[in-house]
């Protein structure tokens, strides 16, 4: 009853998080749909660029995550103040660095990621104040994942949906014009989105800049990374770069595989994806609960409660993936209206939206899993799989059923329902493969 009252503890806020955070993205898009078809593709068709530049720091705040878990786990009132500032440093160095590279690069990207002529002037528009955005994103996620390793995702979820809840409104207020605002369409909506990131970031450094906080930035302290930071972050953020780095490239190639049937195809593709990514989002929460429990455990306990936290998690995947994928199934024609589709392409949404339905639970079982697994600091076996099956397998698969049986948008869905299924079943041995080759203290304890 500790393990799963813990676990929860950190699984709603986080999960709550993911699930709001995409009910205000799909908010985003159901605005920009009443500007038509062509730019919904032109903000769309960044998604996949912003996650591939999002992936380093994504992938540092995945490791952070685990590196304080463990170290609290150990000694909940050890200082991590240094740590705090090393990870602000680096974050930001990154980060910035990215915007000078994507800005300068940004035509080249938006064609690699399938931009049509039609629509690239629109999604250029739309891609500079969101690669702004996107460089105030960067610390404030590097932040994100320590409040996560201290379990206080709580903290998160109220930095996230207030700088989300902003740009929702300056949304509003910048693609329609209301009031003294110009009428600004896609720029106005990736403004808004900047702005909402600016709130993010300044919310989280607030949190830190409180002198109880145990992660505090203010106070005596170095900011210059230390080798044994650097030692000990190092194997765990490789692990996870290369994981997040398969799974962006994959879902480049992905996207662009369905960018070249057609902007109708791709919108609908796009709407279909970010209804799915609601409950996806959920699950990322559930994952993280995972990761923080087991890392935080193998800290404290040497990892004798991880049996219970897997079934724990198993359990939580099941059910909450059951009954996402049922509302999907019952409510697929009016959420799919609400962004202005109609005849031949609702027809096509609502049989995506199956798809959709289908996928939920393998999604949450291998969220789930690789958390342990990264909690644990196994993440280079997450990496193994997810270059294959993400990188590897999906793109060959959607290949074929696209475009050499001729199966179209069908065909990229039921890759990505094979590949989620893949990594599901990988986790899930990778999790039993470490319980029962040997008493579970000696097993988490090797490196």
């Given at each position: 009853?500790?393990?799963?009252?813990?676990?929860?503890?950190?699984?709603?806020?986080?999960?709550?998080?993911?699930?709001?955070?995409?009910?205000?993205?799909?908010?985003?898009?159901?605005?920009?749909?009443?500007?038509?078809?062509?730019?919904?593709?032109a903000?769309?068709?960044?998604?996949?660029?912003?996650?591939?530049?999002?992936?380093?720091?994504?992938?540092?705040s995945?490791?952070?995550?685990?590196?304080?878990?463990?170290?609290?786990?150990?000694?909940?009132?050890?200082?991590?103040?240094d740590?705090?500032r090393?990870?602000?440093?680096?974050?930001?160095?990154?980060?910035?660095?990215l915007?000078?590279?994507?800005?300068?690069?940004?035509?080249?990207?938006?064609?690699?990621?399938?931009a049509?002529?039609?629509?690239?002037?629109?999604?250029?528009q739309?891609?500079?104040?969101?690669l702004?955005?996107l460089?105030?994103?960067?610390?404030?996620?590097?932040?994100?994942?320590?409040?996560?390793?201290?379990?206080?995702?709580?903290?998160?979820?109220?930095?996230?949906?207030?700088?989300?809840?902003?740009?929702?409104?300056c949304?509003g207020?910048?693609?329609?014009?209301?009031?003294?605002?110009?009428?600004?369409?896609v720029?106005?909506?990736?403004?808004?989105?900047?702005?909402?990131?600016?709130?993010?970031?300044?919310?989280?450094l607030?949190?830190?800049?409180?002198?109880?906080?145990?992660?505090?930035?203010?106070?005596?302290?170095?900011?210059?990374?230390?080798?044994?930071?650097?030692?000990?972050?190092?194997?765990l953020?490789?692990?996870?770069?290369?994981?997040?780095?398969?799974?962006?490239v994959?879902?480049?190639?992905?996207?662009?595989?369905?960018?070249?049937?057609?902007t109708?195809?791709?919108?609908?593709?796009?709407?279909?994806?970010?209804?799915?990514?609601?409950?996806?989002?959920?699950?990322?929460?559930?994952?993280?609960?995972?990761?923080?429990?087991?890392?935080?455990?193998?800290?404290?306990?040497?990892?004798?409660?991880?049996?219970?936290?897997?079934?724990?998690?198993?359990?939580?995947?099941?059910?909450?993936?059951?009954?996402?994928?049922?509302?999907?199934?019952?409510?697929?024609?009016p959420?799919?209206?609400?962004?202005?589709?109609?005849?031949n392409?609702?027809?096509?949404g609502?049989?995506?939206m199956?798809f959709?339905?289908?996928?939920?639970?393998?999604?949450?079982?291998?969220?789930?899993?690789?958390?342990?697994?990264?909690?644990?600091?196994?993440?280079?076996f997450?990496?193994?799989?997810?270059?294959?099956?993400?990188?590897?397998?999906?793109?060959?698969?959607?290949?074929?059923?696209?475009?050499?049986?001729?199966?179209?948008?069908?065909?990229?869905?039921?890759?990505?329902?094979?590949?989620?299924?893949?990594?599901?079943?990988?986790?899930?041995?990778?999790v039993?493969?470490?319980?029962?080759?040997q008493?579970?203290?000696?097993?988490l304890?090797?490196?």
């Amino acid at each position: 009853m500790a393990v799963h009252n813990t676990f929860w503890q950190v699984a709603w806020p986080a999960a709550a998080e993911g699930l709001l955070l995409m009910l205000l993205s799909a908010t985003d898009l159901l605005m920009v749909s009443s500007l038509g078809t062509t730019a919904v593709a032109a903000v769309s068709i960044f998604s996949q660029p912003r996650m591939v530049i999002l992936c380093v720091t994504r992938s540092f705040s995945v490791a952070l995550s685990a590196y304080v878990a463990r170290r609290w786990g150990e000694q909940p009132d050890c200082p991590l103040g240094d740590c705090t500032r090393a990870s602000l440093l680096l974050g930001s160095v990154i980060s910035f660095l990215l915007l000078a590279g994507t800005s300068i690069w940004s035509t080249p990207l938006l064609r690699l990621a399938g931009a049509q002529d039609d629509y690239l002037p629109l999604a250029l528009q739309y891609a500079y104040p969101a690669l702004v955005s996107l460089a105030l994103s960067g610390p404030a996620i590097v932040l994100h994942g320590i409040l996560a390793g201290l379990g206080d995702t709580r903290s998160v979820l109220y930095a996230n949906v207030l700088g989300n809840g902003v740009n929702v409104i300056c949304n509003g207020l910048l693609i329609y014009g209301l009031g003294p605002f110009p009428r600004l369409g896609v720029f106005g909506a990736g403004l808004g989105t900047a702005i909402g990131a600016a709130v993010t970031l300044a919310y989280t450094l607030g949190l830190f800049l409180k002198r109880d906080h145990p992660a505090a930035l203010n106070g005596q302290g170095r900011w210059r990374p230390e080798r044994t930071y650097l030692r000990l972050m190092g194997p765990l953020t490789a692990g996870v770069f290369l994981e997040q780095a398969a799974e962006r490239v994959g879902m480049f190639a992905f996207s662009r595989l369905v960018a070249d049937l057609g902007t109708a195809a791709l919108s609908i593709h796009n709407i279909c994806g970010s209804l799915c990514d609601i409950y996806y989002s959920f699950s990322q929460g559930l994952g993280k609960a995972s990761l923080v429990q087991s890392g935080r455990d193998l800290g404290s306990n040497q990892g004798k409660n991880l049996r219970q936290l897997a079934a724990v998690s198993r359990w939580a995947a099941v059910w909450t993936g059951g009954a996402a994928a049922l509302l999907y199934f019952l409510l697929r024609a009016p959420l799919l209206q609400f962004y202005h589709l109609s005849g031949n392409n609702l027809e096509l949404g609502c049989q995506i939206m199956l798809f959709v339905a289908v996928v939920n639970i393998p999604e949450a079982w291998a969220m789930v899993h690789a958390g342990i697994l990264r909690g644990l600091g196994r993440t280079g076996f997450v990496a193994a799989y997810c270059l294959v099956s993400i990188a590897v397998v999906r793109p060959i698969l959607t290949f074929l059923l696209v475009h050499g049986l001729q199966l179209g948008l069908y065909g990229a869905w039921i890759a990505l329902t094979l590949d989620q299924s893949t990594r599901a079943v990988c986790s899930m041995l990778g999790v039993r493969r470490l319980l029962k080759a040997q008493p579970a203290s000696e097993a988490l304890l090797q490196k």
